[in-house]
């Protein structure tokens, strides 16, 4: 039976995988600190030995596998990038709790056999590659064999594009393979709910917000949108290039690139926060990154035979997580909105870990 610890456990995708997979496994403790994630890891996999702050960790139980998917805050693009040094307090700094935890397991001579670590590929570019290099080191210095690579939820037919940083150490001597690419089967639309409330659907003013609407030469690269009501608070989108067809079934989605904007259709997931700045604000049949809060990802669907545009939905985000509904049914009304929306986008895809633990020899 495999021993498990996942530090910075959130809603544990690690052990929701390993289950899936059908890898027998015992969760020997936690580490999660926010209510809210300690509650819905709970309710998803029973009652847990939650050590919470890692900070006041002194040692951990004996265990064959740690996973640390560290936060991301001060990594990420969409962060503060003020990094993980050691004693920068910087949330994502709290890695170097896990070199103390690993410090002290060494000692103990109980060092875990496996380790798995997930972040925002930022953890290996230009800017935080040095810092990387001296976590690998450490981990070499403890005997470890590391690999990593970045994978991403969209070929392991997860329709979300998100890229991630995986590393493994093994103590053993063990030659890993990270999962081969996969088909894309399951699209966006297959995902998402058919009944939604009007509440998740975006407002004209909100779009106007967002939408460039400088005419050039006759030409409006931003969305139009007409209300089916004149007091309706949803947007519906009607028309493209220059005439107002209602029988159109894409909109242009402005982005920054030469050509200036995309077409895009019921059923893909699009940019809203100032498309205009991006690139690559139209994803066929897939969701951008989710992060922690929706709002800057919209979904294109038909209302009422009206090509419009929506947030996604709690349960989708968790669907886009790989979570399933029987799953999702036992957390979805514990939680506000924006508790759900988070606990989802702090995850790793299920489907990306599934894929990754097949690999393991355990
Ligand atoms: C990137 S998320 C990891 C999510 C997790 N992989 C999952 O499957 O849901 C980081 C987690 O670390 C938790 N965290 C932040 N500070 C912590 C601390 N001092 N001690 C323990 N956990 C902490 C956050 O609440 C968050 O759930």
Redesign the pocket.
């Known amino acids: 039976m495999l021993k498990v610890i996942?530090?910075?456990?959130?809603?544990?995708?690690?052990t929701?995988s390993l289950k899936e997979i059908g890898i027998k496994h015992e969760v020997v403790a936690i580490?999660?600190?926010?209510k809210y994630?300690s509650r819905a890891y709970e309710l998803l996999h029973g009652k847990v030995n939650n050590l919470?702050?890692?900070?006041a960790i002194k040692e951990l139980p004996n265990a064959d596998l740690w996973?640390y998917?560290?936060?991301?805050t001060d990594i990420s693009l969409a962060g503060t990038q003020k990094g993980f040094d050691k004693g920068s307090n910087t949330?994502s700094s709290?890695l170097w709790?896990v070199e103390r935890l690993l410090t002290k397991a060494n000692e103990n001579n109980n060092l875990p056999s496996i380790l798995l670590m997930?972040?925002v590929r930022a953890l290996v570019s230009k800017k935080f590659i040095d810092d990387f290099e001296v976590w690998l080191k450490f981990l070499e210095s403890l005997g470890y064999k590391n690999t990593y690579q970045i994978l991403n939820a969209k070929n392991y037919n997860t329709p979300q594009t998100r890229e991630r940083v995986f590393l493994f150490s093994f103590k053993n001597d063990v030659n890993y393979t990270f999962p081969e690419k996969q088909e894309l089967l399951v699209k966006l639309g297959d995902l998402l709910e058919d009944v939604v409330d009007d509440k998740y659907f975006i407002s004209i003013e909100r779009i106007n917000n967002f939408s460039d609407m400088t005419n050039r030469n006759g030409f409006i690269r931003g969305l139009t949108f007409k209300p089916l009501e004149k007091t309706s608070p949803i947007a519906y989108t009607i028309t493209t290039r220059s005439g107002a067809r209602s029988t159109d079934n894409f909109i242009i989605v402005p982005e920054n690139t030469k050509k200036g904007f995309r077409e895009a259709e019921v059923g893909d997931g699009i940019y809203i926060n100032r498309p205009y700045q991006k690139r690559g604000v139209v994803q066929k049949s897939k969701i951008p990154t989710l992060k922690t809060t929706p709002n800057d990802l919209g979904v294109i669907v038909n209302k009422d035979d009206l090509i419009s545009l929506r947030k996604i939905t709690p349960r989708e985000a968790w669907r886009l997580m790989g979570w399933k509904d029987s799953r999702i049914d036992l957390v979805i009304n514990e939680f506000s909105d924006a508790q759900l929306y988070k606990?989802a986008g702090?995850?790793?895809v299920i489907n990306v870990l599934k894929e990754m633990f097949k690999k393991i020899e355990i």
């Not at 580490?31 to 926010?34: A, C, F, I, R, T």
């Not at 998917?69 to 991301?72: A, G, I, R, T, V």
């Open positions: 996942e530090l910075f456990a959130g809603v544990g995708s690690q929701e580490s999660e600190n926010d994630a919470g702050d890692i900070r996973t998917s560290f936060p991301c949330q709290l709790e997930e972040n606990m702090n995850g790793i």
